[in-house]
């Protein structure tokens, strides 16, 4: 008899944990969040998760809250084996986690007790951390604070930014969903209490975040900004108006510039940190498409430019 598995999950990164668990030929129902009003032009749009699960034929719950009695209802009546969870968005009831037959497992892009909460994936990045990984953990009402059934370390490069380690980790927590979650299931696994020690929070990202400090290292600014690549996107300002940087290098110490000052060296363009400088290569102003650094600047009709502090930098 087939497996009953509930899956909860919403954006890209919890797409291919999805795939997994189809490709064990299990019973699923999928739950996602609602479809959002999108772009300009504000078209009702459906999840990634959505759309893969539809691509699938299974079936698809969208509660406003998952907490409320007629969802709770739908989802009992399935009769779960098993609930995953990979980014869903949602705090989840206790009834809920009580509800399928073996557990509740939720995938989650860090090496817990490390980065539990929202944004943990800009949050290794933004913090210069050298590697990270996927937990997949026993679901508790505590946020992220379940038993460990399985870890895996993933490295992060000086080239990662969000968008190259979200798809690790996707990836990865969908092997280890392959790997894992049959034996346990079977109650093959010897699953272990995260440590006290070490507990990191990844908060959900703010306005304030996304405010470059040029008085800081190279290094930290360069994590900074690509810990914000493609979303939501570090910002600066030149005369007021924002600009978002999307990709920048270091460069190390060889060249000096004041923080924040833009200069154009040779063919590049570059802007001053506290101890050296980086490379711009793509940055965008606001109301404008994207666009190199060295275009940028060449429409710049002034000798000198200066990147300003956001609001309360």
């Not at 299931?185 to 006290?196: F, K, N, S």
């Not at 570090?234 to 510039?257: D, H, M, S």
């Not at 711009?280 to 102003?285: A, I, S, T, V």
């Amino acid at each position: 008899m087939a497996v009953r598995a509930i899956f909860m999950g919403t954006p890209d990164f919890a797409v291919p944990t999805l795939e997994a668990l189809v490709a064990q030929g299990w019973d699923i129902l999928v739950v996602t969040q609602p479809d959002k009003k999108v772009g300009r032009k504000r078209v009702l749009t459906p999840t990634p998760v959505k759309k893969a699960a539809l691509a699938h034929g299974l079936p698809v719950l969208q509660p406003i809250k998952v907490r409320a009695r007629e969802a709770l209802a739908q989802l009992a009546a399935f009769a779960p084996d098993l609930l995953v969870t990979a980014a869903y968005g949602q705090l989840l009831p206790q009834a809920l986690l009580d509800m399928p037959r073996v557990g509740a497992v939720n995938v989650h892009a860090s090496l817990l007790p490390r980065w539990r909460g929202a944004a943990p994936i800009h949050r290794a990045i933004m913090a210069g951390d050298k590697k990270t990984g996927v937990t997949l953990m026993e679901m508790v009402r505590e946020l992220d604070a379940g038993p460990i059934i399985a870890q895996a370390e993933v490295p992060i490069t000086e080239q990662d930014n969000v968008d190259s380690l979200h798809d690790k980790l996707a990836h990865l927590g969908a092997e280890m969903s392959i790997q894992y979650l049959p034996q346990y299931l079977e109650g093959q696994l010897q699953i272990r209490e995260q440590p006290t020690d070490g507990v990191t929070y990844a908060a959900r990202l703010e306005r304030t975040d996304e405010f470059v400090d040029f008085n800081q290292p190279s290094q930290v600014v360069y994590d900074h900004i690509r810990g914000l690549a493609s979303w939501p996107g570090a910002t600066t300002f030149v005369g007021g108006e924002a600009i978002k940087l999307w990709a920048v290098e270091p460069i190390g110490t060889a060249v000096r510039l004041k923080p924040g000052e833009v200069a154009r060296v040779h063919k590049d363009v570059l802007v001053g940190c506290a101890d050296g400088c980086l490379r711009l290569l793509e940055l965008q102003p606001a109301g404008r498409r994207k666009m190199s650094a060295g275009d940028w600047r060449s429409g710049l009709h002034q000798a000198s430019v200066q990147f300003e502090k956001g609001p309360g930098v």
